[in-house]
């Protein structure tokens, strides 16, 4: 009979992959959460995947770009910078093998992976997923960063749940919402936006009540599409301004991927 190694199972390093909208704040949070992590007691690395990042204001334990530069893919395919992502998507598929190599050989509790801000890119590209797959497996989960201004307003949170959606419906991996830069917003407006993931109605009445125009319509019926595949849910607000939410995110991760147990330490 094949036994079953629980305890690699359970000692196994848990994925973090930190998406969203460009500038919602995915370096930042990987940054922060390492530092918390560190300041818990728990060991965190980090991997750069955006091969395009000019500086990062962290130090990342694994960083793409010493397999592929954005600048370098431009220059010998003769691509713009666009064109030059993608093709740089395909080739971080290609290493990452060897790239999983390098992850693996760290003996740590958590992998927090800061992705490109280029969020089409890592949604819609086969390669993301082979990314995924190959370095995380099992123990993947994603964080999808909610952009305040955006997520302020009832349409622009219908959009950033479509986004949301779209992520999770291509990655099948659990997926985490968060409120990002919610140092940003009033007490106010947390309070409206957190209801709104929590209370379908009183989404629909803040988009009935917002305006008649036709894309309200619009994100009405995308929202009772949404509803209907049980896509949505309740956000957490986080800031790497102040560190709020960040226990929230370390504990709906442990609930996630190790059934709620704690990482011994
Ligand atoms: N007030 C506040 N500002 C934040 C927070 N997180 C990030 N920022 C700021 O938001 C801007 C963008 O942050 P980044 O972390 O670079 O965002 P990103 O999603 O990694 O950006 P791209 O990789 O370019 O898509 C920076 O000016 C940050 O200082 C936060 O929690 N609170
Ligand atoms: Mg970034």
Not at 17 to 38: D, H
Not at 160 to 171: C, D, E, I, K
Not at 205 to 231: H, P, Y
Not at 235 to 252: F, M, Q, R, W
Request: charged residues 20%; proline residues 3%; contains cysteine.
């Amino acid at each position: 009979m094949q036994s079953v190694n629980f305890n690699a199972l359970v000692m196994a390093a848990k994925h973090v992959y930190f998406v969203g909208t460009a500038g919602c704040g995915k370096s930042t949070l990987t940054n922060a959460f390492q530092l918390w992590l560190q300041n818990q007691g728990y060991d965190g690395i980090t991997v750069n995947l955006d091969p395009g990042v000019g500086t990062l204001l962290y130090a990342p334990d694994v960083d793409v770009r010493d397999w592929i530069k954005i600048e370098e893919v431009m220059a010998e395919q003769g691509l713009g910078p666009n064109g030059a992502q993608v093709a740089a998507a395909d080739m971080i598929a290609l290493n990452i093998r060897e790239i999983a190599q390098v992850v693996d050989g760290f003996d740590t509790d958590y992998v927090l992976i800061d992705t490109p801000g280029q969020v089409e890119l890592f949604t819609f590209r086969q390669s993301s997923r082979v990314v995924v797959e190959e370095l995380s497996g099992e123990a993947a989960s994603i964080c999808y960063l909610f952009d305040p201004m955006l997520a302020k307003t009832p349409n622009g949170y219908v959009s950033s749940m479509m986004l949301a959606s779209t992520v999770h419906f291509r990655m099948p991996v659990p997926l985490i919402s968060l409120l990002s830069k919610s140092d940003l917003l009033s007490e106010t407006d947390t309070e409206r936006i957190l209801l709104w993931g929590q209370d379908y109605y009183a989404l629909l009445n803040a988009l009935l009540d917002e305006s008649a125009e036709a894309q309200t319509q619009v994100s009405i019926e995308f929202l009772q599409a949404l509803e209907t595949l049980g896509a949505g849910g309740s956000l957490i607000p986080v800031s790497s301004e102040t560190g709020a939410g960040l226990e929230d995110i370390y504990a709906t991760v442990q609930q996630i991927l190790e059934g709620g147990e704690d990482v011994e330490h």
